[in-house]
């Protein structure tokens, strides 16, 4: 990427709740606590009825130890609670979105976080047949041809039983030699705590609602992942030095990006309200698309994290309206998101601009900063004209109104001509 002379600045709007955010972004980690409180809840809650009598006395006792190291050690209990493989199948239990099996897979990830952790208050064998485990902390997936007997976790260590009850011990980073055990990666690592997922764990990939797509099927696309990791950095680059306090933010908001294949014209992308700390994003040979995607997605996850606690619009899913971004109608909340996503890109367009980025010249550049310009002009007025805004949907509405008037007099306080196609 050409180097923009540090001498060189440009206007910024300033901080916005959920879009443009503070060093460091105490709103979002104070919303993230929330949900992951939210999934702790659902974990505790878990009705076991289904469940044969030795799953569900295992479960019992899961329940019961979590609830007395959440009391003991909450904030590392959390980050366990945290971890994707974790949140995810907990939150979509808790909406009804997929079977509790989903839950059981996801308690050894859970006990190996808090045995390491330290947040363990007694021992915890976890006596249920299971097919693979999981370690957030490294990446690595630990599997067998036959279901591993266990998993015995304590305040000091952690060990697999196999099929054979041979006890191997657990170690970060590592696991010792074992034929029966086969050790693979689920995520490379893009930057610390944001990776490229080489396995998929969400149960709700592949239900899509966008008209274009058929799910979320994992695949590099016939790129390596060193591809996808390099092409990423270079988006990451362009988001960090246009918008620098979102980007140091990233981690926070984004932990996982599950590669969906290579498009070289259009790009695809998606999110889940469940599945907060993912995206799914298609690899284009364009920087600038692939940083506004990842900017994109993330605020997806941002909203979404919000909407799991607060409705944001009490008639977001009852109000239907066609949308600025796509084709079909979109409930509300839909429209919303659009804006929420996009209005920061707006404010990256016109950084870009401001700073005169080589990504910022040219009619392509013009075109594309004048449709989401209007995009975002017709989505927020759609959603100030009709939104039942609950207190914090409004104080959204209102610095999503600032940035966009910020957006618009950097581009000379003129309203672009509508690309007919982008709104549909």
């Known amino acids: 990427m050409a180097q923009i002379p540090p001498a060189i600045d440009a206007p910024h709007p300033g901080p916005a709740f959920l879009l443009l955010p503070d060093r460091p972004d105490r709103q979002l980690a104070t919303i993230l606590r929330k949900v992951r409180l939210l999934a702790l809840r659902n974990l505790l ?5 289904g469940l044969d009598p030795g799953a569900r006395a295992a479960m019992r006792l899961v329940q019961r130890v979590v609830a007395s190291s959440a009391k003991a050690h909450g904030r590392t209990t959390l980050e366990a609670v945290g971890a994707v493989d974790v949140l995810v199948p907990l939150l979509c239990s808790g909406a009804g979105l997929c079977a509790l099996q989903r839950v059981l897979d996801a308690v050894p990830t859970l006990l190996l976080g808090l045995s390491r952790s330290g947040s363990l208050t007694e021992a915890v ?14 990446g690595q997936r630990l599997t067998s041809d036959q279901p591993f007997r266990g998993l015995l976790a304590t305040p000091e260590g952690t060990s697999l039983r196999t099929a054979d ?7 970060e980073g590592s696991v010792e030699a074992c034929a029966e055990i086969t050790v693979s990666m689920d995520y490379l690592e893009v930057r610390p705590g944001l990776h490229l997922a080489l396995r998929d764990s969400n149960p709700l990939a592949m239900i899509e609602e966008h008209p274009d797509k058929q799910g979320n099927a994992l695949s590099l696309g016939d790129r390596g992942a060193e591809t996808w990791i390099t092409e990423i950095g270079r988006a990451l680059d362009l988001i960090d030095l246009t918008l620098p306090s979102w980007g140091a933010a990233l981690p926070l908001a984004l932990q996982r990006l ?3 294949g290579f498009e070289p014209e259009l ?11 993912m995206a799914y994003i298609t690899l284009h040979p364009s920087t600038l698309t692939m940083a506004e995607a990842i900017v994109h997605e993330t605020q997806h996850g941002r909203l979404n994290a919000l909407n799991l606690l607060d409705p944001v619009f009490h008639n977001g899913r009852t109000a239907w309206t066609p949308s600025p971004v796509r084709p079909d109608l ?14 920061p890109v707006a404010v990256m367009h016109a950084r870009m601009a401001g700073l005169g980025h080589p990504l910022a010249e040219g009619p392509d550049f013009a075109r594309r900063r004048a449709d989401v310009l209007a995009g975002n002009d017709r989505g927020l007025r759609i959603c100030e004209d009709t939104a039942e805004a609950s207190g914090l949907g409004q104080r959204l509405l209102t610095d999503l109104r600032r940035l966009h008037d910020w957006c618009m007099v950097q581009h000379e306080g003129t309203m672009p001509t509508p690309d007919e196609n982008l709104l549909g």
Request: aromatic share 8%; charged share 10%; net charge negative.
């Open 45 to 49: 809650q878990l009705p076991l009825q």
């Open 125 to 138: 064998l976890w006596d249920v047949p299971f097919n693979a485990l999981a370690d957030p902390a490294t």
């Open 165 to 171: 009850g041979i006890d191997v011990p657990l170690t």
């Open 258 to 260: 599950i590669p969906v």
């Open 267 to 277: 790009h695809l992308s998606a999110s889940y309200r469940e599945a907060p700390g």
């Open 330 to 343: 979109r409930p509300l909340m839909g429209v919303l998101l659009a804006v929420h996503a996009f209005v």
